[in-house]
């Protein structure tokens, strides 16, 4: 141990190695400092593409949203268009109904009697189908109905809360007796 470091505290020596640790330190800051040089570069970058791509979906956003806007007008165009066709063909049918109940008002009971057994052979079973798709008054097609019935040529099945009309196991032979009484 030299003089020096007893009266000051240190010696040569000392100074030799924090010297050493002080260019080691300041070598690892420029080091440090050339990182957060790049790490920003990198940072500054990067948040500047993420801007850039925040505006081109903005961008996008609002041509969409004008496309939108644009495709809401022609689609309730052509919504209204359809509405009122719509609107039309049902008025148009309805003019059809009154003239086919019209019509079959005018006909004789004989060729009520076979439009009703043509819907029966169909399917359509139930007075409430009949009527709504043949148009005769309700009145009359239960008028029919229960001729039919009483004539054998029908027979009445109930099914639930529902009264299902269908031809008579022998449809032929009834009606030809029912002829040859008459």
């Not at 806007?69 to 052509?78: E, I, L, M, N, V």
């Not at 049918?93 to 029966?120: C, G, R, T, W």
């Amino acid at each position: 141990m030299g003089l020096a470091k007893i009266i000051f505290g240190y010696d040569k020596s000392d100074i030799e190695h924090l010297e050493k640790k002080l260019d080691e330190y300041e070598s690892k800051i420029s080091s440090l400092k050339e990182e957060i040089y790049e790490y920003k570069k990198y940072t500054e970058t990067s948040i500047i593409k993420i801007t850039d791509k925040i505006i081109l979906l903005e961008a996008k956003i609002n041509e969409l949203d004008e496309t939108i806007q644009s495709y809401d007008a022609k689609y309730r165009d052509a919504l209204h268009e359809i509405k009122n066709t719509i609107r039309e063909i049902k008025q148009e049918l309805v003019s059809l109904e009154h003239k086919s109940a019209h019509q079959v008002a005018e006909n004789d009971a004989d060729d009520i009697a076979d439009i009703i057994l043509s819907y029966i052979e169909k399917g359509v079973t139930t007075p409430s189908a009949l009527i709504e798709a043949t148009g005769i008054a309700k009145n009359k097609v239960y008028e029919i109905l229960k001729e039919l019935v009483e004539a054998g040529i029908l027979e009445k099945k109930r099914d639930g809360r529902y009264v299902h009309y269908i031809i008579a196991s022998n449809p032929v032979q009834i009606k030809q007796k029912a002829e040859a009484e008459a």
